[in-house]
Structures are given as C-alpha cells and as structure tokens.
C-alpha cells in the first residue's frame, strides 16, 4: 500500500475544500492506498470533520517550532493538533525558498512535531543548478541528516524527495531517475534511524499526474507520492490515489 498526499498550497476556501471531499469520497471507495490531505489551516476542521471515518487523513503544510508566544501570523503544533491534524508537511522548497527556511528551522519543526503527536513529512530535494553541478547527494544528505536530527531513532516519520526544478514545472523526474534517488535516501535513512529507515516511507514528488503515478510506484523505493497541482481537481487526485 502506498501513501498519496494531496497538497493543496494556498488554494481552497473552506467552501471549496468541502466540494472537493464531497466529491473525492465516492472516487475512492475501493482505493488500494492511503489518502492523505494536506490543506491551508482555515479549512482543517472542516476538512477533519467532512473526512471523518472516511479513510482520508488530514494534515498542514507548515508549523513553527516553538510552542507558543509571540510570532504574528505563526501556527504552533499543538493548534494543529488540537485542530485534528495527524500530519504537516515540513521543509517544502516553496519554504524554504520564498521563506527562507533553513535546515535548523525544520529539524526544530520535525521535533515539535514528533513531541505534540503529528507524523513529520519531511521534504528534501536538489534544486536543477545543484543537479547540474553533481550536487545533488550532497544536498539530500545534508537535508535529511540535520532535518531528522531531532527526530528519534524508532519515530513514525515520513520522507518525501522533489526535486525542486520538478515542482509545478511538468517536468517529472523518470521513474529511473527518481528511484535512484529514493535508494540513495534509503540509504541515508538507515544510516540515520538504523532498522527503522528501512520502512520509513519515502515518496516522490514534483508534477505527478494520473498518467506517469503508475511508473513511479512500480519502482521498488518508491512508496507513494506527494502531489501538487494534480491534487486540486477531485477527478485526477482520485485516479493518482487508486493507482496501483
Ligand atoms: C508539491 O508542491 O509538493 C508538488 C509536488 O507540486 P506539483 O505536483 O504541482 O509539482
């Protein structure tokens, strides 16, 4: 069984996000992975309460690593949590770019994480100059040592790799290149968590869609996916969840 998230970025009203359910629900009744949604935190509760024994999990996309005080604008993990989020996405190129987000930030986020009881997704992944210039281990292995520093040897967490010159780009990895990059992080993972890293989940993402998730699953690291733009419409999020 694979785990596909949705990640909705800042897209969805309240309104909006409650159609989408409505109408994702019935698109998945037989569906042979895990459904997971990470959603903007107006539509949390919402969302909990609409996926509500449904089999879909809903989670954030982003939390601060402190507990409380006073950061205008912040979310702590316990508002999540208390808000019904069983996971948030932490370390997305999109924060760690736009705002500036370093691997210390995240690996405290991964913590405060761990410690109020939500399932740290973590994300890593090279940027196409760091690619180019044969970078790219280096980079995973920085991003995944210091982001799961905090993180204990036997935690419940999840890795994600995107590429970020892959994200809302169209540009997908191939399924060759993805899943050498998924062994490498296994790697990293097992050097780090010990027996653990072997069932940490890892997935991809970066412009997945209904067309090429199959490939990708077929490959043996590869453990499900985290999805963006594909993610917002209700008919082609469901084909990526029922892919075998
Ligand atoms: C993402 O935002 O995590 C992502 C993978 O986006 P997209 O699928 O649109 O490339």
């Known amino acids: 069984m694979s785990i596909i998230i949705g990640?909705?970025?800042m897209y969805k009203t309240r309104h909006q996000a409650v159609e989408f359910i409505k109408a994702l629900l019935p698109l998945i009744q037989n569906c042979p992975n895990e459904v997971w949604l990470s959603v903007p935190f107006t539509s949390l509760?919402?969302?909990?309460?609409?996926?509500?024994?449904?089999?879909?999990?809903?989670?954030?996309?982003?939390?601060?690593?402190?507990?409380?005080?006073?950061?205008?604008?912040?979310?702590?993990?316990?508002?999540?949590?208390?808000?019904?989020?069983?996971?948030?996405?932490?370390?997305?190129?999109?924060?760690?770019?736009?705002?500036?987000?370093t691997?210390?930030?995240?690996a405290a986020k991964v913590g405060k994480a761990l410690e109020v009881g939500i399932t740290p997704v973590l994300c890593v992944g090279e940027t196409e100059e760091e690619r180019e210039g044969g970078e790219e281990k280096e980079v995973l292995q920085r991003q995944i040592f210091q982001g799961f520093q905090k993180a204990p040897k036997d935690a419940y967490v999840i890795l994600a790799y995107e590429p970020v010159w892959a994200i809302g780009t169209g540009k997908m990895a191939t399924p060759k290149l993805a899943a050498?990059?998924?062994?490498?992080?296994?790697?990293?993972?097992?050097?780090h968590f010990g027996k653990n890293g072997k069932s940490i989940p890892i997935l991809y993402g970066g412009s997945v869609k209904p067309d090429t998730i199959q490939a990708l699953l077929k490959e043996n690291d590869?453990?499900?996916?985290?999805?963006?733009?594909?993610?917002?419409?209700?008919?082609?999020?469901a084909a990526i969840a029922n892919a075998r």
Do not use: Y
Request: with cysteine; charged share 25%.
């Open 7 to 9: 990640n909705w970025k």
């Open 45 to 101: 509760q919402v969302c909990v309460e609409e996926a509500k024994g449904k089999g879909v999990k809903i989670g954030a996309q982003n939390m601060n690593e402190a507990s409380e005080g006073a950061f205008t604008g912040e979310i702590a993990g316990q508002m999540l949590k208390e808000g019904g989020a069983e996971f948030v996405l932490l370390g997305h190129s999109e924060r760690r770019k736009i705002f500036h987000e």
């Open 103 to 106: 691997d210390e930030m995240i």
């Open 180 to 191: 050498e990059a998924h062994v490498f992080c296994r790697k990293i993972l097992t050097s």
């Open 222 to 237: 590869i453990n499900g996916a985290l999805v963006g733009g594909a993610s917002l419409d209700p008919k082609s999020f």
